[in-house]
């Protein structure tokens, strides 16, 4: 499975993806960058230290970059540059979406 149009609509703040199934989802920027896969956010899910103040991040989306044709790279002007969201992860990321269990 695999998109056939990825567009970002920065005015909602909306990731859209049309997919091969016939699928559209669509993902909100605040998920994305709360799930953001870059080694220093999955280290900070993976091991919250339960002393730090958790900042809300912002999720200014920078630009997108196709990965292979199994990816794409999302840059946050918040800093994070390297997260790698593979179609896999981003239809995850709309179960958690729709579960509701995003902050
Ligand atoms: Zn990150």
Redesign the pocket.
């Given at each position: 499975m695999r998109p056939t149009a990825i567009s970002a609509d920065r005015t909602r703040a909306v990731l859209t993806i049309a997919w091969d199934d016939g699928h559209q989802s669509e993902l909100a920027f605040a998920l994305l960058?709360a799930w953001?896969?870059?080694?220093?956010?999955?280290e900070?899910r993976n091991n919250p230290d339960p002393l730090k103040v958790v900042q809300p991040?912002s999720a200014d989306l920078e630009s997108i970059q196709p990965v292979g044709n199994y990816a794409i790279n999302i840059v946050?002007k918040?800093?994070?540059?390297?997260?790698i969201y593979t179609w896999e992860y981003l239809r995850e990321l709309e179960a958690i979406q729709k579960s509701g269990r995003h902050a």
């Open positions: 960058s953001c896969p870059c080694a220093v956010c999955t900070e991040k946050w918040n800093g994070c540059r390297y997260g």
